[in-house]
């Protein structure tokens, strides 16, 4: 069965700077997924980042990137030059095969000015 | 759609009674997800669909829990003789496929039990 842990229920950072989420996971497949979700108060979960599990590269969108360690089994999101609207719950998840998708339990971020 | 539709948005009912919750997918996605998620919590898988068939229903907590959708596209959740801990936000989600690109979700309903 596929496990995704997130170990910091929360996090801030002043605005500018950058900061790190955790995201340990488990799997026995080797053909598998990773995604992080963010969810603003509007509870939409909004996806920020997918990373395939056979691409070595770290994936990467604007100011968001990953620091993929396959061996390890984490998969942490970076956020660069943070902004207030970056403030929310942000999910680390994984899928593999043809299973649904597993989430963490979520790390609340908040944004100091 | 342009995006997943859930309705209501909120839902307030007393104990006891039955609530259907409605989601519309984004047109075309063959897949649907139903998540629960308390307060504060992460998100509890519940049920998917592929077509109309349920091919993973192991998370529904109970009996009294039930989903289908119809036409591959609009499904309704329903739960029977509601109880105060089924208060949650309830979310549905979408894909194409297996869901490999990650799923597009609806904003949700938020039901309490009074």
């Known amino acids: 069965a596929q496990t995704v842990t997130q170990s910091q229920p929360e996090m801030s950072v002043q605005e500018a700077e950058t900061v790190t989420l955790s995201c340990t996971y488990d799997?026995?497949?080797?053909?598998?997924?990773l995604f992080w979700y963010k969810q603003p108060p509007s509870r939409q979960m909004i996806l920020v980042i997918r990373q395939e599990a056979y691409k070595q590269q770290n994936a990467t969108e604007n100011r968001f990137s990953v620091n993929f360690q396959k061996a390890a089994k984490s998969f942490s999101l970076k956020i660069s030059d943070s902004q207030l609207g970056d403030a929310a719950m942000y999910f680390c998840a994984s899928i593999q095969g043809a299973q649904k998708l597993v989430f963490g339990q979520g790390t609340r971020l908040t944004i100091n000015p | 759609g342009a995006g997943v539709s859930q309705s209501p948005s909120n839902k307030v009912t007393e104990k006891g009674k039955d609530v259907e919750l409605r989601c519309d997918p984004i047109?075309?996605?063959?897949?649907l997800y139903w998540y629960r998620q308390s307060l504060g919590q992460g998100l509890e898988f519940l049920i998917y669909f592929q077509g109309n068939s349920a091919p993973d229903k192991s998370g529904l907590p109970s009996d009294r829990f039930s989903a289908e959708r119809t036409g591959g596209s609009v499904s309704t959740l329903t739960i029977q003789r509601t109880q105060q801990e089924d208060s949650a936000v309830y979310l549905c989600?979408?894909?194409f496929g297996r869901g490999n690109y990650g799923y597009t979700f609806g904003s949700g309903t938020r039901l309490t039990v009074v």
């Open positions: 799997t026995s497949e080797s053909d598998y997924y």
């Open positions: 989600a979408s894909s």
């Open positions: 047109s075309g996605h063959t897949a």
